[in-house]
């Protein structure tokens, strides 16, 4: 078995939090970080910024819409590293309150990146995570509000633990077709296009935490959602209450959980604390 060097992926990481966790990982992670972008230029101005703080990061293109991109950079970390130790899925897009966009169209693009593009990054990349590897899925509080904002029926079928993967994937494609018949509200969904595609990535941590333990329990790895908090971002703009570097410690502290840790797994985690919801 030839050894390979350790690797941690951040995607989305050319700004924002995403690149706050990229940088913490290329001082703290014992291995190549690899940061990754939908755009080519922003993600090698990022690198160069890096750089010029004494990082070295190494940067793969990754859309994370594009399944043929997913499965480009999949190959390339089997080529260079055999697979994968750490990845942190951070790559999301959120409308602004104030956008003209109508909401149907906002749902349906808001869920196609954060929940179903996520998952597909998952479902691809997921099988070469190396034994004790670590995968952190940024979430938000703006999930759990939106599952508070559901009807009991619908509050009930997240929260119920034998719900599986198909389940979910109907669920949010149901909340997509519900805006686009203008009948969301009446079915039991709250207004937040963005909580809703949280609330997804939560539930979906969960149940793919519990197909490692069924599947790969031996291997350890550790997979769970985080809450960064209201961070200054393009996304939130400057509402946010947190610095970037703040927003980043949740995250990187669950990317790099020590290799005996037996926990958190499938949970939602914020300020490093296990949540309830």
């Not at 999930?143 to 389940?167: I, P, V, W, Y």
Request: charged fraction near 25%.
């Amino acid at each position: 078995m030839p050894s390979y060097t350790r690797v941690a992926l951040v995607t989305g990481a050319n700004k924002g939090i995403g690149f706050a966790i990229a940088r913490d990982l290329c001082r703290q992670f014992p291995g190549d970080v690899v940061l990754t972008a939908r755009d080519v230029e922003r993600g090698r101005a990022a690198v160069q910024q890096l750089q010029a703080e004494g990082l070295s990061p190494r940067f793969h293109q990754l859309d994370i819409d594009d399944l043929q991109s997913i499965r480009v950079l999949r190959a390339f970390l089997r080529r260079e590293y055999g697979g994968l130790n750490v990845l942190v899925n951070n790559a999301g897009i959120a409308f602004k309150i104030d956008d003209p966009t109508p909401f149907d169209i906002q749902a349906e693009m808001t869920l196609k990146t954060n929940f179903f593009a996520t998952r597909n990054v998952c479902s691809e990349l997921l099988p070469i995570v190396k034994p004790h590897g670590r995968v952190v899925n940024v979430s938000s509080l703006q999930g759990s509000k939106a599952l508070e904002n559901c009807s009991e029926d619908l509050q009930e079928k997240f929260r119920c633990k034998t719900l599986t993967e198909e389940d979910l994937v109907e669920l949010m494609k149901k909340f997509v077709e519900d805006t686009k018949n203008e009948v969301y509200e009446r079915e039991g969904w709250p207004n937040s296009a963005y909580g809703v595609s949280k609330l997804g990535v939560t539930v979906l941590s969960r149940i793919l935490a519990q197909r490692l333990d069924e599947k790969r329990q031996a291997d350890r790895i550790l997979l769970n959602a985080c809450c960064p908090g209201w961070v200054k971002t393009d996304m939130v703009g400057a509402h946010g209450s947190r610095t970037v570097e703040e927003g980043a410690e949740t995250p990187v502290y669950l990317a790099l959980l020590p290799p005996d840790a037996t926990g958190p797994h499938g949970q939602l985690v914020r300020d490093k604390v296990v949540q309830t919801w």
